[in-house]
Structures are given as C-alpha cells and as structure tokens.
C-alpha cells in the first residue's frame, strides 16, 4: 500500500537515487504544446505494471474488477508480481515493464498496481525516445510521481496524477477518471460537499498543471528529471509526514526558486501528518501561510488530491484555470 512509503524512507533513510545509476544521453524537450495521449474506450487493453513496490496479490485483485466495469482488458507486465526486497523486482526489470507497455502497440495506457518507493531509481533506465513515439496515458500517484513527472519533462507527453491499481476506486474516483481518460474536453474538478477548502489567497490563474507527492518532488529537485516551472499551477499533496516536514519540503522549492516561478499553487490533503507534540508545533494551516501567502498567487488547501478514498484525476502538463475562491480546477 501506499503508506508503506514513508516507512520505508524512515527505515532505510532513502533518497531519490537515480543519479548514481548509469547516465542518459537523452535531454529534456521543450515542444511548444503538451502531446495528449489518445483517450480511453471501452475494448481497449491497458498495461498494469508495478515500476515502485511490491504488492500482494490480494491487494490488486479488486482493480480487475474495476477494469472490467470499465470495458478494458488488461495486460499485466512481466515482472508485475516480482519482488526485490521492498521493491517489485530489481531495477532493470521495473524499467523493461515500463519501455514494454509504451512500445506495446495492442496498449493504449497503462496503470501503476503500487506506489511506495522505487521509480526515481529507474528514470535513468527508460528509454524516452520509445516513450516519446509512443503517446499513451500512464496514470498513478505518490512515489509515481516521479514517473509522471519525469516522463512529461522529457517527452512533453501529459501523463496523469491519478488512482493507482490498489487504491479504493470509489464511485467519485471511477467518475473523474471516466470524464478526463474517456470523455476529455473541459472538464471541472471540484471537491465533493463533504470536503470544504481553506482559501490561502484569492484569485484565479492559468498555467500548466505540474505536481505530484511533495516529499517526492523535493528529492526530484537538482535531477534532470523536472519540468520547467514557469507559468505552471503547482499541485501538492503528501502522506505520513509532520508539519515541520512539510514546512522544509516547501522550504526546498523556495530556496531551489521553484515557488517564485508558478502562478497557482493547490496543497490537497495531507493525510496522517498530525504533530507528534501539537503544542510545540505550527499547524500546516500556519506554515502555509507562512510559505505561500507571500507569493500573492492563488492558493488554496483541501483540494481532493493525495492518499484519500475519493480524489481527482489531474493532467499533468495540461492548460488549467483555477480559481482559489471556490476551489476548482477547470481543464481547458
């Protein structure tokens, strides 16, 4: 699951790594227009791979009913049930599952089973150019992030920040990725009645939607892995980390000039990130003001996005508008 993430980089103390495999020739691109994949329909077949950790059987078998519901056949990738420690299965092998699925031409998009930790490991080992010939969705979040990120930086191809194979699919869920993989268009992301959002600074602001898992976005920080940040709508979100945590991970991205490049900025939910002595501790409500209001862009928290049951399916490298006052995010 998911959360075994954060436990693992507890553990182990690790980092994103994947400077110290073998280097790439390939650089970062920087076509004009974002490549959208082709959209989803009923009868296609998607690949399910696992590029990050492990999972038990058990946890991604109700995916395949999901998948099914949804009209898609499914292709698991060779090494999906291999497992290498904390991983699922050795380096090289979760990156062959990923150049396998894009160079597949019976796949029209592929799904992650598991998050954890393990893709900034492999970004060294994907071969971009066949990824870049090969347009197709590639979905997931927390650790996969990395992927999405670093495969839309160096191709320009939208991925998209969205329920990975274990995650709950529910009703809410299966809705937002039927409207953005199948339908597309304009489409409104806006939070549920039971989940209020805390304006941080009003207004409204277009750009490209960029994010992902924020502990993993400031390991990213100094790799060739990251897209460019100028007039883009940074989305965050995060899982098992305290508020000085996140108050240093924002830290990260100021001191790195990231923060005073975007136009927008969306914190979703921080799940299981309560302090440890509340009392001794700014609340995230404090440090995002203390991180955010001072750009005087629009900024909002609470945006259905990260380790929840219910969460939205975000484009990454799309045109948005956002609006800070009502919380929504308008794909154009």
């Given at each position: 699951?998911?959360?075994?993430?954060?436990?693992?980089?507890?553990?182990?103390?690790?980092?994103?790594?994947?400077?110290?495999?073998?280097?790439?020739?390939?650089?970062?691109?920087?076509?004009?227009?974002?490549?959208?994949?082709?959209?989803?329909?009923?009868?296609?077949?998607?690949a399910l791979?696992?590029?990050?950790?492990?999972?038990?059987e058990?946890e991604?078998?109700?995916?395949?009913?999901?998948?099914d519901?949804?009209?898609?056949?499914?292709?698991?990738?060779?090494?999906?049930?291999?497992?290498?420690?904390?991983?699922?299965?050795?380096?090289?092998?979760?990156?062959?599952?990923?150049?396998?699925a894009?160079?597949?031409?019976?796949?029209?998009?592929?799904?992650?089973?598991?998050?954890?930790?393990?893709?900034?490991?492999?970004?060294?080992?994907?071969?971009?150019?066949?990824?870049?010939?090969?347009?197709?969705?590639m979905?997931?979040?927390?650790?996969?992030?990395?992927?999405?990120?670093?495969?839309?930086?160096?191709?320009?191809?939208?991925?998209?920040?969205?329920?990975?194979?274990?995650?709950?699919?529910?009703?809410?869920?299966?809705?937002?990725?039927?409207?953005v993989?199948?339908?597309?268009g304009?489409?409104?992301?806006?939070?549920?009645?039971s989940l209020?959002?805390?304006?941080?600074?009003?207004?409204t602001?277009?750009?490209?939607?960029?994010?992902?898992?924020?502990?993993?976005?400031?390991a990213?920080?100094?790799?060739?892995?990251?897209?460019?940040?100028?007039?883009?709508?940074?989305?965050?979100?995060?899982?098992?980390?305290?508020?000085?945590?996140?108050?240093?991970?924002?830290?990260?991205?100021?001191?790195?000039?990231i923060?005073?490049k975007?136009?927008?900025?969306?914190?979703?939910?921080?799940?299981?990130?309560?302090?440890e002595k509340?009392?001794?501790s700014?609340?995230?409500?404090?440090?995002?003001?203390?991180?955010?209001?001072?750009?005087?862009?629009?900024?909002?928290?609470?945006?259905?996005?990260?380790?929840?049951?219910?969460?939205?399916?975000?484009?990454?490298?799309?045109?948005?508008?956002?609006?800070?006052?009502?919380?929504?995010?308008?794909?154009?």
């Open positions: 699951m998911t959360l075994r993430r954060r436990a693992l980089l507890r553990t182990f103390g690790l980092t994103a790594i994947g400077t110290q495999l073998l280097p790439i020739a390939q650089t970062n691109l920087s076509p004009k227009t974002a490549i959208e994949p082709r959209r989803l329909q009923a009868g296609d077949t998607v791979i696992n590029p990050a950790a492990f999972n038990y058990k991604v078998q109700p995916f395949f009913k999901v998948l519901n949804l009209g898609l056949k499914v292709k698991l990738g060779e090494h999906f049930y291999d497992r290498y420690g904390y991983l699922a299965g050795k380096d090289a092998d979760r990156a062959a599952d990923v150049n396998a894009f160079a597949d031409d019976s796949v029209r998009a592929i799904f992650t089973g598991m998050g954890g930790w393990g893709c900034a490991r492999i970004l060294p080992l994907l071969d971009y150019n066949i990824i870049r010939n090969n347009p197709k969705i979905m997931g979040f927390s650790d996969i992030t990395a992927l999405l990120l670093a495969i839309y930086a160096k191709t320009n191809i939208v991925t998209f920040h969205g329920p990975l194979g274990a995650s709950s699919w529910s009703p809410f869920t299966v809705d937002y990725v039927k409207k993989l199948f339908e597309g304009s489409v409104t992301l806006q939070n549920s009645k209020q959002v805390e304006t941080i600074w009003r207004g602001a277009r750009g490209k939607l960029i994010g992902g898992n924020l502990s993993v976005i400031a990213m920080v100094g790799s060739a892995y990251l897209p460019t940040w100028e007039n883009s709508i940074l989305f965050v979100e995060e899982v098992g980390e305290e508020v000085y945590r996140i108050d240093r991970m924002l830290t990260q991205l100021k001191l790195a000039g923060l005073d975007i136009s927008g900025f969306i914190f979703g939910q921080c799940t299981k990130c309560e302090a509340p009392q001794e700014l609340s995230l409500p404090q440090v995002l003001s203390d991180q955010i209001r001072p750009l005087k862009i629009p900024a909002w928290y609470g945006s259905m996005v990260g380790h929840i049951r219910e969460q939205f399916t975000l484009p990454i490298g799309k045109q948005v508008e956002i609006d800070s006052n009502s919380g929504t995010i308008r794909l154009l």
